[in-house]
Nanobody
Framework: QVQLVESGGGLVQTGGSLRLSCAASGSIFNIHTMGWYRQAAGKQRELVATITSGGSTNYADSVKGRFTISRDNAKKTVSMQMNSLKPEDTAVYYC?????????????WGQGTQVTVSS
């Protein structure tokens, strides 16, 4: 069974930094695009950043220049360095990945990790 497990969330002051990581495990044949989404209280889940298996990246305008997504294909991980954090970055952050398990190709989600930025 394929799982995505996030780590690295926490509480940080405005202007601080955090690094989120997400590890995929289970029966995995290939991992395609991976990404980070976030959901603030009372709001819809939104895209933060994505990265293809070839390393092409895409960012939400609100995080460009502050967040950097990366992945390690050998370790089956995706990470996101978040700098110059703002209170509006407070949300539950979820990683996702399009994974081919050999039996199926589908989108998987992690359980989420809380990021809180205090003003």
């Amino acid at each position: 069974q394929v799982q995505l497990v996030e780590s690295g969330g926490g509480l940080v002051q405005t202007g601080g930094s955090l690094r989120l990581s997400c590890a995929a495990s289970g029966s995995i044949f290939n991992i395609h695009t991976m990404g980070w989404y976030r959901q603030a209280a009372g709001k819809q889940r939104e895209l933060v950043a994505t990265i293809t298996s070839g390393g092409s990246t895409n960012y939400a305008d609100s995080v460009k220049g502050r967040f950097t997504i990366s992945r390690d294909n050998a370790k089956k991980t995706v990470s996101m360095q978040m700098n110059s954090l703002k209170p509006e970055d407070t949300a539950v952050y979820y990683c996702n990945a399009f994974i081919d398990s050999g039996a199926a190709f589908r989108l998987y989600w992690g359980q989420g990790t809380q990021v809180t930025v205090s003003s």
